[in-house]
């Protein structure tokens, strides 16, 4: 996939993501943290192996720097070094922690399956890019 393209499908899943998980929480979005008041959105990302990767990466730390974001979401990163056990592992503490989203670039089409129906089963809007789920 293109970086361009990428960049493009990460910016329209984190605006998903925090549009979304404010209106599914029937609060405004008004700190840092989900845990006060704020969105909660992690990056699971399958893979930092590539110059894409790092660029999606640094585009969703800077993303959640900049307003609509800034002050309104905690974001967080999660790189599972293309392992699709280490990736599940790390959702399932996403998943346990509350986060309100999480934006993922998946290690496997269904090995994560289990982990992300677990998500949406506890109300974790989950925004799949560039590889199926």
Not at 95 to 119: E, F, Y
Request: glycine content about 12%; hydrophobic content about 40%.
């Amino acid at each position: 996939m293109a970086a361009g393209k990428g960049m493009v499908s990460l910016g329209l899943g984190l605006s998903a993501a925090l549009v979304l998980a404010s209106c599914s929480s029937g609060t405004a979005a008004t700190s840092g943290s989900g845990k006060s008041g704020g969105i909660d959105i992690a990056l699971s990302n399958s893979y930092i192996g590539n110059t894409w990767r790092i660029e999606m990466e640094n585009e969703y730390k800077a993303a959640c720097h900049m307003p609509p974001f800034k002050g309104h979401v905690k974001c967080s990163v999660y790189n599972a070094n293309n392992n699709v056990s280490s990736q599940k592992q790390q959702l399932s503490g996403m998943v346990a922690s509350g986060v309100q989203a999480i934006v993922t670039d998946a290690a496997s089409p269904t090995g994560l399956n289990g982990t992300i129906k677990q998500a949406c089963s506890r109300g974790i809007l989950v925004v799949s890019f560039d590889n199926t789920v």
